[in-house]
């Protein structure tokens, strides 16, 4: 131990990514040392961990298996502020014993409304009306869109955040589908949501669809240029509203050149992507330069009040690993011997 200020210091924490400044107060308050700042990836693998018993990132910080194995024996837990937990090798942490803890309920509403945000903005052409009215365009007749209502929704994947999107979906009047394999037909019953057996079903029924699932080798491109192909087009109420395409989970779960190619045939009608497979996107992508596409650059979490949920949350199963105890949002708790 050591003193920090008037605290003794209980630990030493990095924050690389950034932190809302109530959850950094009340680590320095419960007397740890926090230390707020990029680390490079060069000193990461070089062992920079080695100085701190924890370690909170976002999404930017990646932690593969060879900068956890250079960490040494003092790193006690790494938090992920936030739900996805790609960038961190979870297997090589338990190795290491070091558990992975991550803060999944915080930014829920703020990724539905933005899910649902997106879907509007398709189907009403919000995005192109703007970019047409901005070049001295005003497209009145070119931007007939379709309601939501009376539309088939999928959502590939029924957590927490598919639920809420679920939940305000069918009250536009959309009907809802969903695929999750390791969902209890239950949970879909209770939400009454048809659950299908397989992805393609879940295509071939709907013209809407909307990714809720964590990225791995399951999923990796499970959306691709055989499944697009499935979609009808066409809605049950009648409507040739063409097949419409959201992804607010995670970049990879997505083919984006089969995406591209469909919007070119005209299969898909619109996509729209908050997460793309290579981050930060690059501009000249196709698939930012098609007219039917819009995206976001991964903000489905920032906003003002999922961030201050997230860093609180984030902090205190920091805080409840660091104290001895067991933290309910461990990834790799099936891993840890």
């Known amino acids: 131990m050591a003193l920090f200020g008037r605290f003794v210091v209980m630990a030493r924490i990095a924050v690389t990514d950034g932190m809302a400044k109530d959850a950094v107060a009340l680590l320095e308050q419960s007397g740890h040392e926090v230390i707020l700042g990029t680390i490079s990836s060069t000193d990461l693998a070089a062992g920079a961990l080695g100085e701190f018993d924890a370690i909170i990132v976002r999404s930017a910080t990646k932690l593969p298996a060879d900068v956890i194995s250079a960490s040494g024996d003092r790193l006690a837990v790494i938090g992920r502020a936030g739900v996805g937990v790609d960038n961190i090798d979870i297997a090589s942490a338990a190795e290491a014993g ?9 930014s829920t509403q703020s990724v539905v409304e933005l899910t649902i945000g997106h879907l509007l903005s398709s189907l009403r052409h919000i995005p192109r009306a703007d ?26 994947g029924f957590g927490r955040i598919a639920q809420g999107v679920g939940a305000v979906a069918q009250a536009l009047g959309m ?42 080798d399951e999923t990796h491109h499970l959306v691709n240029a055989k499944r697009l192909s499935l979609m009808p087009g066409r809605s049950n109420d009648g409507i040739d509203c063409g097949n419409h395409i959201v992804n607010c989970a995670r970049g990879g779960i997505i083919d984006e050149d089969a995406l591209f190619q469909a919007m070119e045939d005209g299969a898909v009608a619109s996509a729209a992507l908050d997460v793309f497979e290579i ?10 330069q098609h007219e039917h596409f819009h995206g976001t650059p991964h ?31 461990t990834v790799n708790a099936h891993l840890l011997t």
């Open 131 to 156: 970019r047409g009215m901005r070049s001295g365009k005003w497209e009145k007749k070119a931007m007939k869109g379709t309601e939501l209502s009376g539309k088939n929704l999928g959502l590939i």
């Open 175 to 216: 009907t809802v589908h969903t695929y999750d394999p390791y969902l209890p037909p239950k949970v879909a019953k209770a939400q009454n949501t048809t659950l299908h057996k397989k992805v393609e079903t879940l295509f071939s029924n709907c013209t809407h669809i909307s990714i809720h699932c964590n990225l791995n």
């Open 98 to 106: 070091i558990p992975v803890v991550n803060a999944p309920r915080a």
């Open 279 to 288: 981050e930060p996107v690059d501009p000249s992508s196709p698939l930012l």
């Open 299 to 329: 903000i489905g979490a920032a906003t003002m009040e999922a961030q201050a949920r997230v860093g609180l949350d984030i902090a205190r199963a920091i805080m409840t690993v660091l104290d001895g105890g067991t933290c309910e949002t």
